[in-house]
């Protein structure tokens, strides 16, 4: 591991910038900055998915993962030119994906984003992690992002929606579906 922290604040932000993992001094509004930022606020909705006590071992397991791999990802944004995410962890998200979908009945309505205290969880973490995929896209259209940072991150809200799925029928026996009006 390289530095550690003992001192938190540093007052080096203070002038509305931010240092990237190489040192490089870059505006806080930066679109990279954006890009692992909302990383960051992924990784923190699971957190709080992770909180509910109710979850199943399976479910805690996976998004454990998942923090790690976005960490890494979270990594990978902020030093321009390295790679840290692996096509392994897409295939492995993937198969949780196909796991976690196969006991879930098809769909003929849209879901609404509610449940119990896990799949409403689910969900905003869901959407927090659309908005880090467009801002990650945003930076690849001026900047090199890889292609595997960009998939992890689509099936990653994939597989958040399937969790409240399956959060929804563990905690509540069933899912809100949307009726039309």
């Not at 203070?14 to 990784?43: F, H, I, M, Q, W």
């Amino acid at each position: 591991m390289g530095n550690r922290l003992s001192k938190i604040y540093t007052r080096t932000g203070d002038d509305g910038t931010t240092g990237l993992g190489d040192g490089t001094r870059v505006p806080k509004d930066c679109l990279r900055v954006e890009a692992y930022g909302s990383v960051d606020e992924t990784n923190s909705t699971i957190g709080v998915v992770l909180a509910v006590p109710s979850l199943p071992d399976a479910v805690r397991r996976c998004l454990t993962d998942v923090q790690h791999d976005l960490f890494d990802l979270g990594g990978e944004l902020s030093i321009p030119g390295t790679r840290l995410m692996a096509t392994a962890q897409v295939e492995r998200l993937e198969q949780a994906l196909d796991s976690f979908n196969e006991g879930l009945p098809s769909l003929k309505e849209f879901v609404l984003p509610a449940g119990g205290p896990g799949a409403a969880a689910c969900h905003v973490a869901r959407t927090v992690c659309r908005r880090a995929e467009r801002h990650c896209w945003k930076l690849s259209r001026s900047e090199v992002v890889e292609p595997d940072a960009l998939r992890y991150l689509n099936r990653l809200s994939d597989l958040l929606f399937v969790l409240a799925r399956v959060l929804a029928r563990h905690e509540n026996g069933s899912e809100v579906l949307w009726r039309r009006a």
